[in-house]
C-alpha cells in the first residue's frame, strides 16, 4: 500500500488534526511510508504547505529517527521556523544531526528573531561556525542579539523593522514601503527615528493610509511611550503588551536608540512560557518537556522528592512526639491525616493565587495587607464549616464528643494557618528576591503538616489529661 493510499478519503482535507486536536495517525503513518519510499517529492508536496506550528506538531508527533529523515528529505522546502515550535530537547535533537552549512542556509530565511531562538541553544563554536557563514549585515544582527542576557527583550526581538526620517512625507514613506524588498514581510507600525538612530516616535499604518501624501511624517506620528529597554525582562514586556494592549512596541538601548521591535506574536509565545513556568515549578517537576528521557525526568524531579522527604522526616517527628498519647487512642492515628491533609489543600489554593498574582504583578505594596486579609478570613470561615462537619462526624463515627471537638479546634487552626502560609510565605520569598514558584511548596508543605499534626496531637493530649 502506498503513502497516498493510507492517507483515508475520509480525511483528505486541509486539516491535519483530530478533532481532539492531535495530529491524525493516517496522516503520520503516510509520512512514516514516504519516509522508508524515500518519496522526497510526496513529502514536500504535504509538508511545505504547512503552517510552522503544524509543521512543529508534525515533527513532535513523529518518532526520533523519522524526524531527522523527514528534515534530511526536504532539504531546502523545510521551514525551520517550525524548530522554534517544538520541544527544546527534539529542536536539539535534530540540529545536533544537521551539518552546521545547512543550518547557515536555513538561518538566512528566518526573520532574525526566529534565528536566535535556534542559534541560542546551540554550543559557541557552532554559533560562531554558523554565523561566519552568514552575509555580514546579518551575521552582526544576529550577534548582538545573542549578546543580550537569555529571556530578555534583546533576544526575543525581531531587528528587522521600518525606520523612517520625521521630515519624509507619507508619500515618500508609502513608496519606500513599496519598493524597498528587504523590509519586513509583516508589520504595523513604522518608527520616526533622527540621524543617530535614537527613536523620536512611531506612526500607525492605519495613520499612514488616511493622510494625504503631502504631510510631513513628523506631524503624524506619535511618541512612543511604550518603549522597552533592550536588557528589561521579557515577563516584564509582556504585562506592557498586556497593560496597554500592544500589537508591537520598539526595542531601545541605554542611548535610546531603536535597536529592534517585540510584537505580539512573540510575547504570545512568552506569555504561555511563563505560566507553564510557573505551573511547573509549583508542582516541583522544574523545566522538563514532554520528549525528555526517562532518567532526565527522574534527575530533574528527584531533588523537590527528597526535599518533601525532609519536611515529612519532620512531620513525623511531631508526631513521634506524642506516642504515648496515640497508643491510648488509636482513633488519633485514623483522623490526624485529615487535618494536615485539608490544611496542606488549602494552603495550595491560596499559594497558586499568591504566586501567580505576583508574577502578574498584582499583587504590590498598596494592596498587600488587604490581601493578607482577605485570605486570613477565608482560612477562618473555611476552617470554622470544615470543624464543624468534621467534628460531627468524628464525634458519631467514635463515639466520642470530646475527640469530635479536639479535631473540630485542630481544623479551625490548621486552616488558619494555612492561610497565612500559603500568603505570606510566597510574599516573603518573592521580597528577598527567590522564586516563589520554586520555593514556597516545600514551605507551605511543612507548616500545614508540623502545625495540623502538633495542633491535634497536642490538643488531644492536653484534653485527654485534663479527663
Do not use: C
Not at 345 to 366: E, F, G, S
Not at 397 to 407: A, C, E, M, Y
Amino acid at each position: 500500500m502506498t503513502e497516498e493510499e493510507l492517507v483515508s478519503e475520509e480525511n483528505q482535507d486541509s486539516s491535519i488534526y483530530t478533532e481532539t486536536g492531535a495530529v491524525r495517525q493516517d496522516f503520520l503513518a503516510a509520512i512514516a511510508a514516504a519516509v522508508e519510499d524515500t518519496d522526497e517529492d510526496w513529502l514536500k508536496e504535504q509538508l511545505s504547505h504547512l503552517h510552522s506550528s503544524e509543521l512543529g506538531d508534525v515533527i513532535e508527533a513523529l518518532p526520533p529517527e523519522q524526524r531527522i529523515a523527514v528534515v534530511a528529505m526536504m532539504k531546502a522546502d523545510f521551514d525551520f521556523a517550525a524548530l522554534t515550535e517544538v520541544d527544546e530537547a527534539i529542536r536539539l535533537e535534530i540540529v545536533d544531526q544537521l551539518p552546521n552549512n545547512q543550518i547557515a542556509l536555513a538561518v538566512q530565511e528566518l526573520d532574525s528573531d526566529d534565528a536566535v531562538y535556534i542559534l541560542e541553544d546551540l554550543e559557541p563554536e557552532d554559533q560562531e561556525e554558523i554565523l561566519g557563514q552568514l552575509p555580514f549585515t546579518e551575521r552582526i544582527r544576529l550577534r548582538r542579539s545573542l549578546d543580550y542576557p537569555e529571556e530578555t527583550a534583546g533576544r526575543r526581538m525581531a531587528t528587522e523593522f521600518v525606520a523612517v526620517p520625521p521630515f519624509w512625507t507619507v508619500g515618500q514613506t508609502i513608496d519606500y514601503m513599496r519598493e524597498d524588498k528587504e523590509l519586513p514581510e509583516t508589520f504595523s507600525q513604522i518608527f520616526v527615528i533622527d540621524p543617530g538612530f535614537r527613536l523620536l516616535g512611531a506612526v500607525d499604518l492605519d495613520r499612514i493610509l488616511r493622510t494625504q501624501r503631502a504631510e510631513k511624517i513628523e506631524t503624524v506620528m506619535h511618541e512612543t511611550r511604550h518603549a522597552i529597554p533592550v536588557e528589561m525582562d521579557q515577563e516584564e514586556a509582556a504585562q506592557l503588551f498586556e497593560r496597554y494592549d500592544l500589537l508591537s512596541a520598539a526595542v531601545v538601548d541605554e542611548n535610546d536608540r531603536l535597536v529592534g521591535v517585540l510584537t505580539i506574536d512573540d510575547v504570545v509565545d512568552v506569555i504561555q512560557e511563563e505560566a507553564e513556568e510557573d505551573i511547573k515549578a509549583l508542582g516541583g517537576v522544574g523545566d522538563e518537556e514532554l520528549s525528555d528521557t526517562t532518567v532526565e525526568i527522574a534527575r530533574s524531579r528527584f531533588i523537590w522528592l527528597l526535599m518533601n522527604l525532609g519536611t515529612a522526616v519532620l512531620a513525623s517527628l511531631v508526631i513521634g512526639l506524642f506516642d504515648a498519647t496515640i497508643e491510648q487512642m488509636v482513633a488519633l492515628a485514623v483522623l490526624m491525616p485529615i487535618v494536615a491533609s485539608m490544611g496542606g489543600n488549602a494552603a495550595t489554593q491560596t499559594m497558586t493565587v499568591a504566586v501567580r498574582a505576583l508574577a502578574t504583578r498584582d499583587i504590590d505594596i498598596y494592596n498587600a495587607a488587604r490581601i493578607i486579609r482577605r485570605e486570613t478570613l477565608v482560612g477562618l470561615l473555611n476552617g470554622v464549616m470544615f470543624a464543624a462537619l468534621i467534628g460531627l462526624v468524628a464525634g458519631f463515627w467514635f463515639d466520642n464528643p470530646s475527640l469530635g471537638g479536639v479535631i473540630a479546634a485542630a481544623m479551625v487552626i490548621n486552616m488558619l494557618a494555612a492561610a497565612l502560609a500559603g500568603i505570606l510565605i510566597p510574599l516573603v520569598l518573592d521580597k528577598i528576591g527567590a522564586d516563589p514558584a520554586i520555593a514556597s511548596g516545600v514551605f507551605v508543605t511543612t507548616v500545614t503538616d508540623i502545625v495540623g499534626f502538633f495542633a491535634f496531637l497536642g490538643l488531644a493530649a492536653w484534653w485527654f489529661d485534663l479527663l
